[in-house]
């Protein structure tokens, strides 16, 4: 199967700090790769390598073949074009929830009919059909979090990113915003997402990587982190 990201040797520091040591990881076409583990192991920072934001101190990445490591100007944008990175918090405009979907389309020059027909098919992706005209900051936390899902997908990403999705929500926007991520991925969105919840982990995800201070303690299949755990902390 072929990987969209490629990961060798990588390690991350804040200043002495070490919060990523030697990550070595593949993530296939298709998947939905969990990356599992407390607070303060090395999740948030190794999405935010995987999306550009930040580079490693040692290692590489590849995305589809390319260096992310080497790549620069245009190349650089229109890789990270193809992914999109949703934060834990529901972070929307004071707008209608239509411009805040809208508005990455905008940036991007797409059409005024083209914007309105992909923004009415990614609301009804997160079940938010009706709701174009409401202030998205007028809406509940697990609203808003599904509006942010809409802005992401409306892009039409290879990769989505999920940092924490439903660290702030009940148990019940919970179980909707899992449905959701089946859901985008049907749609043949590669999602990489990061929790601290184990029974979220073994349910949605395709692999898990088991993560502690910075290190990967096991990479496998959700059936043998949870009946062959290959050390005392997994």
């Known amino acids: 199967m072929r990987a969209v990201f490629q990961i060798s040797g990588l390690s991350k520091s804040y200043d002495e700090k070490r919060v990523l040591e030697?990550?070595?990881?593949?993530i296939n076409i298709?998947?939905?790769f969990c990356i599992l583990g407390p607070s303060g192991s090395g999740k948030t920072t190794l999405l935010r390598l995987l999306n550009c934001l930040e580079k490693p101190n040692n290692g590489s990445i590849y995305f589809n073949g390319t260096n992310l490591m080497t790549a620069r100007g245009v190349e650089l944008?229109?890789?990270r074009r193809k992914m999109a990175l949703?934060?834990?918090e529901g972070v929307v405009f004071d707008?209608?929830?239509y411009d805040n979907v809208a508005y990455g389309l905008k940036v991007r020059g797409i059409g005024r009919e083209e914007i309105r027909k992909k923004v009415k098919?990614?609301?009804?992706?997160?079940?938010l059909r009706g709701y174009a005209k409401r202030?998205?900051?007028t809406l509940s936390g697990g609203e808003k979090q599904r509006v942010t899902f809409a802005m992401a997908t409306v892009l039409e990403p290879e990769v989505l990113l999920f940092d924490e999705p439903t660290a702030n929500l009940d148990p019940i926007n919970e179980e909707i915003i899992n449905e959701i991520m089946l859901r985008i991925n049907a749609l043949g969105i590669t999602m990489v997402f990061t929790t601290?919840?184990?029974e979220e982990a073994l349910s949605l995800a395709t692999r898990i990587a088991v993560i502690n201070k910075g290190r990967f303690e096991q990479i496998g299949a959700p059936e043998d982190i949870f009946y062959r755990p290959a050390t005392p902390f997994a």
Do not use: P
């Not at 030697?22 to 593949?26: A, F, H, N, S, T």
């Not at 098919?121 to 079940?127: D, K, P, Q, R, T």
């Open 30 to 32: 298709g998947e939905i």
């Open 121 to 127: 098919e990614a609301l009804e992706i997160v079940g």
């Open 135 to 137: 202030n998205a900051r």
């Open 95 to 97: 707008a209608s929830v």
């Open 196 to 198: 601290h919840k184990q």
């Open 86 to 88: 949703v934060f834990q």
């Open 77 to 79: 944008l229109s890789i």
């Open 22 to 26: 030697d990550i070595g990881l593949k």
